[in-house]
T-cell receptor, first 108, second 112 residues
């Protein structure tokens, strides 16, 4: 069993839909990252959170430390949101462990 | 403010050769992380350098090594290249006060 599990692996949505990507982890962590990777490989850090909720524009990230679960929500999705979204957790010694990613495709 | 830069963008080598990849962190960041993203395997942690010292390494053989220079830039060296070393190698830098990592564009290494 992977330490970080993401679901779904693939997600296709229509423009404007509300999107949720889930991340569950099995280890103790100090913080969790949500990352976005576009075709060609470039990675952008969207959020780092250790408790509660963070919002940036149309993106919202939540984390429940007790349940070892985090969600990334995208409101009013747009084709430019199409990318791979990766959950990563900080365990010991500042080592990031990554989920396998969710491929999101938003159709116009 | 300039972001994390990596060079070269692409690198083609043959089996048994050595590859050297370079990373320049964001100004003021002392930590550099290296990651490997092989096709179908997802991102895996390789190495972490801070203040010139190796602080942690992932589950990779010793032929993966590196160093960090006094200006905090870093090099990743891969010796005795194998076909399965073909991957995107990403570097990230961080300010340890915030822990947020900023990723470079990556170096795509192809081993023939």
């Amino acid at each position: 069993k992977n330490e970080v599990e993401q679901s779904p692996q693939n997600l296709t949505a229509q423009e404007g839909e509300f999107i949720t990507i889930n991340c569950s982890y099995s280890v103790g962590i100090s913080a969790l990252h949500w990352l976005q990777q576009h075709p060609g490989g470039g990675i952008v850090s969207l959020f780092m959170l250790s408790s509660g909720k963070k919002k940036h524009g149309r993106l919202i990230a939540t984390i429940n430390i007790q349940e070892k679960h985090s969600s990334l929500h995208i409101t009013a999705s747009h084709p430019r949101d199409s990318a791979v979204y990766i959950c990563a957790v900080y365990g010991s010694a500042r080592q990031l462990t990554f989920g396998s990613g969710t491929q999101l495709t938003v159709l116009p | 403010e300039a972001g994390v830069t990596q060079s070269p963008t692409h690198l083609i080598k043959t089996r048994g050769q050595q590859a050297t990849l370079r990373c320049s962190p964001i100004s003021g960041h002392t930590s550099v992380y290296w990651y490997q993203q092989a096709l179908g395997l997802g991102l895996q942690f390789l190495l972490w350098y801070d203040e010139g010292e190796e602080r942690n390494r992932g589950n990779f053989p010793p032929r993966f090594s590196g160093r960090q220079f006094p200006n905090y830039s870093s090099e990743l060296n891969v010796n005795a290249l194998e076909l399965e070393d073909s991957a995107l190698y990403l570097c990230a830098s961080a300010d340890l006060r915030t822990d947020t990592q900023y990723f470079g564009p990556g170096t795509r290494l192809t081993v023939l």
